[in-house]
């Protein structure tokens, strides 16, 4: 499964700096939860901690290695998203989706 990832206009401008600024869109098989997205910040910061996964997947923004932090979860109103900044594999969604069962306690 892929997922989309979205940033805001207004923050696409900020990427290259701010790259916690880019949002990984979770919840995109919650039919029913469709107005407020689970979102996951990202960083271009490499900490080696294995909560933070690698994006892999076609033309992602940042154009760089960039980690989905798995351990902050949140959800945001769907006004806040923007347009697609890339979509990430069904690897990388798996590994994401294993963390967050983790954190969560689903797993």
Do not use: C
């Amino acid at each position: 499964m892929a997922t989309t990832i979205k940033v805001s206009s207004e923050l696409r401008d900020r990427i290259n700096r701010e790259a916690r600024d880019v949002g990984l869109t979770a919840s995109s098989n919650l039919q029913q939860a469709d107005m407020l997205p689970i979102v996951l910040p990202v960083t271009t910061t490499d900490r080696g901690w294995p909560i933070h996964v690698l994006l892999r997947g076609q033309s992602l923004l940042p154009p760089r290695p960039s980690y989905a932090m798995t351990e902050q979860p949140r959800t945001v109103t769907r006004e806040r998203l923007g347009e697609r900044a890339g979509v990430v594999d069904g690897r990388t969604m798996r590994e994401i989706e294993l963390w967050l069962r983790d954190f969560l306690g689903f797993a």
